[in-house]
């Protein structure tokens, strides 16, 4: 059986891997460890989910199935690189890919008119969104800036952009109507199974999802966000950018919220351009406009239009954007809005990334600009005014004095919110939605809806509670910091939370602990104040702001969430072993198809790799395993201390140069240790060659910079020519081999 699994995922992180993989398995072979790649890439799911449709030699296995199955043993060890979570646009833009490589596979069918094409649409929207993470995740999070990289963040600090009192920087959020107003929880004192059923106003019941099989003592909420409230808040909102002369910016989770979020980008999009959508609502009908896909795909459908009406259309738009607010822009030089794709939005990494920059997004000039930083549901919108009112009175944070916030996430078994989309309706009629006993009949929950309203559940089920409180107080007893739950008593599942975490944590040992519960925003403000002042403070939050907090903070501290450490211990025994907390970086694969660099760091999986392999050599007493595991980690540390990440411009180091580096450190490490003088024996003269070569190696990668690159593809790129691309140095290769 092999030792480690390593994930083959997409755009940036899989090129990164062309590189960095071939230097693993040389290095751990030495240890008798074998690493087998499972294929999670959306181009490897969508194959392996249709078959029926491909040739016998075109058919995949379902990697992410087999990891599934896998995480829940506990042999589970796992590096899962970051993996696009895609949107509707980008699911169309594979499907079409692949279907030009010869596959002959179903269009996406966006309106099913029979039942074969509502069984292929179920199976696209089972891989659209964050289909990857939920199904690994058997485990809760642990993410955490390591020593080294604090150390390295505080002595190169990156740039930081200083806040003004006077910014006019804000976030705008729900009162009333949304998520977190209407909520309502309870646990389950005896297992069960629950219908959720419509009943309309005539008495005719619509059963929206039936038999949800519930564990005893597992949380269930329910919520409705009101379409009309959210609505009025929009058009409202807007205005007000408009007159207080902010740029407007939506911020949604589109990917792991992927039944409610796109819903509200689509109301967002018609909101601005209400008059438009009047206007043409006909025609944008008859060429399938479907605003939830956003501005880029309206404009491609513009095209199919006579040049007159497309002409006019396209001038209306153009309007609307000269007399609405100002648009805050992804990329003002190629002119593409926060409207554009809902994908682009991402509130974790967009948020962060604004504060950082003093408050301000770009404007279409390319200029910074205040913003009005729209966040409609209210439940954790909190978090960032409190930042941001924290950021206008005490300035910006200082990443040379500025302390920690690592994180203990909620997150195993599809936990909360971020586990909701199969329970996810938008409503079609007014009536009553019921979330009905099936053994008793009791009606548990219950929302009085119209037609629009978007309603949901959630779950969580109680082992992964028990396990997150231990996981809390295991790591404030290592770390000794103080640890904080933010959960709010006045929200309902909070509230129900909170029962557990206060019944759990005495039967742990928290003696000598500084262990508090408060709500976000007082957390917040708690946190920040000792951040300012370089004190460490652990966030033990739920499954949402686990991602939120895990790119804020690191986005602040160390500048990227990509040197994060994101361990998931397994519920079951297994490790899985996420690498930073970012994504796939597009803009990455834009500029390595552009000019041969590719900046990709890969710093999360150099640290995700050292705990697997310490984890392997725990386990299985592979001593030579843990030996390899800790010369990785002195080597990150000689990388980080010589800066050898790489660098944002062409000609310069790229990822491939940092991998180099990397293996020149581990094999120094190697041959300078004396816990085992086997691997001592092996990397010696392999270190000797690295350096002596070094000057050489180097220069080859640097010449195959500087040019475009074509790797036969985006979302299935040519494995013989990313092999080629990603490794470009035939000395390096030819040393590797002789391991
Ligand atoms: N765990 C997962 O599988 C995750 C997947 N995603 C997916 O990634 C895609 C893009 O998401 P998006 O929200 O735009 O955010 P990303 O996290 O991909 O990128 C945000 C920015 O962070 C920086 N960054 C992130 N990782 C690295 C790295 N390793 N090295 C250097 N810089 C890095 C880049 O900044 P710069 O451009 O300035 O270099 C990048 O543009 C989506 O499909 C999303 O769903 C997102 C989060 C987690
Ligand atoms: O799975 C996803 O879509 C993103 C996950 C994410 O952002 C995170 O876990 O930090
Ligand atoms: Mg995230």
Not at 12 to 24: D, G, H, N
Not at 348 to 365: C, E, F, L, T, Y
Not at 396 to 403: E, L, R, S, V, W
Not at 544 to 563: C, H, M, N, Q, W
């Amino acid at each position: 059986m092999p030792n480690i699994f390593y994930t083959k995922t997409d755009e940036a992180p899989a090129l990164a891997t062309q590189s960095f993989l071939p230097i693993i398995k040389a290095f751990s072979k030495t240890a008798g460890i074998s690493i087998e790649t499972k294929d999670i890439s959306l181009a490897g799911r969508i194959l392996a989910a249709f078959p029926d449709f491909l040739s016998a030699e075109q058919q995949k296995s379902d990697d992410l199935e087999a990891l599934g199955t896998l995480a829940k043993s506990p042999d589970a060890n796992i590096i899962k690189l970051p993996n696009i979570s895609a949107s509707i646009p980008q699911l169309k833009e594979a499907i079409t890919e692949l279907q030009a490589k010869g596959y002959a596979l179903p269009d996406y069918p966006d309106e099913p008119e029979n039942n074969k094409q509502q069984e292929i649409k179920s199976r696209y929207d089972k891989i659209k969104g964050s289909a990857v993470n939920p199904v690994l995740r058997e485990g809760n999070s642990d993410r955490r800036a390591p020593r080294p990289i604090k150390n390295y963040a505080k002595k190169n600090p990156h740039s930081m952009g200083a806040w003004e009192k006077s910014s006019k920087t804000h976030v705008a959020t729900m009162s009333s109507g949304d998520f977190r107003s209407n909520e309502i929880s309870l646990t389950l004192p005896e297992a069960t199974s629950v219908d959720i059923r419509l009943t309309n106003e005539r008495g005719e019941v619509d059963i929206l999802k039936s038999g949800i099989a519930l564990q005893k003592g597992e949380i269930i909420d329910a919520t409705v966000m009101r379409r009309a409230s959210l609505l009025e808040f929009l058009k409202r909102e807007f205005e007000n950018a408009r007159k207080e002369g902010t740029l407007l910016s939506l911020h949604l989770k589109a990917t792991m919220m992927k039944v409610s979020d796109p819903i509200i980008f689509g109301h967002a999009l018609e909101t601005y351009f209400r008059d438009v959508f009047d206007q043409y609502g006909d025609t944008f009908e008859k060429i399938g406009v479907d605003a939830r896909e956003g501005l880029e795909i309206l404009f491609n459908k513009l095209r199919s239009l006579p040049a007159e009406e497309h002409n006019a259309i396209s001038s209306a738009l153009q309007k609307a954007m000269q007399h609405g607010p100002s648009l805050a822009m992804v990329n003002s030089d190629k002119g593409i809005t926060n409207l554009h794709v809902p994908s682009d939005i991402i509130i974790d990494a967009s948020m962060p990334a604004m504060i950082r920059n003093s408050g301000q997004m770009w404007n279409s000039k390319g200029e910074p600009q205040d913003t009005k930083a729209v966040i409609p549901d209210s439940s954790y919108a909190g978090i960032y005014q409190a930042t941001i009112d924290f950021c206008k009175t005490h300035g910006a944070f200082d990443p040379k004095t500025m302390g920690t916030v690592p994180n203990v996430g909620l997150m195993a078994q599809k936990a909360e919110e971020y586990g909701s989309h199969d329970k996810t309706f938008e409503i079609a009629e007014s009536g009553t939605v019921e979330v009905v006993d099936k053994e008793s009949g009791k009606v548990l929950i219950q929302h009085q809806v119209n037609p629009g309203d978007i309603w949901r559940m959630c779950q969580v089920k109680d082992a992964p509670v028990r396990d997150w409180v231990k996981l809390a107080v295991t790591r404030a007893r290592a770390t000794q910091t103080p640890a904080i739950f933010w959960l709010d008593e006045k929200r309902a599942h909070d509230a129900e939370l909170i029962k557990k975490v206060k019944a759990y944590l005495p039967e742990l040992d928290i003696a000598g602990l500084d262990i508090q519960i408060c709500d976000p925003v007082e957390a917040t403000k708690r946190t920040l104040h000792r951040l300012k002042q370089g004190k460490d403070t652990i966030s033990v939050t739920g499954n949402v702001l686990r991602d939120y907090l895990t790119d804020l903070f690191p986005i602040l501290e160390v500048g990227t969430s990509a040197k994060m450490l994101s361990i998931v211990p397994l519920m079951n025994g297994g490790g899985l072993f996420e690498t930073g907390a970012g994504g796939s970086a597009p803009k990455h694969v834009e500029q390595f198809l552009e000019e041969g660099h590719l900046r990709w760091d890969s710093l999360g999986e150099f640290m995700a790799l050292a705990v697997s392999l310490d984890f392997l050599g725990n386990k299985y007493k592979n001593s030579k395993a843990m030996v390899l595991g800790s010369t990785l980690d002195q080597a990150t540390e000689q990388f980080l201390e010589e800066d050898r990440s790489p660098s944002r411009k062409v000609g310069e180091l790229d990822t491939r140069g940092s991998h180099f580096y990397l293996a020149l450190y581990w094999a120094k490490a190697l041959a300078d240790q004396s816990d085992n003088l086997e691997l001592k024996d092996k990397f010696s003269p392999l270190a000797e060659m690295l350096e002596s070569q070094k000057e050489k190696i180097l220069q080859e990668l640097l010449d195959a910079q500087g040019k475009p690159q074509d790797i036969g593809g985006y979302y299935l790129p040519d494995p013989q020519m990313i092999k080629e691309a990603m490794r470009p140095s035939t000395t390096l290769n030819k040393i590797l081999d002789q391991l």
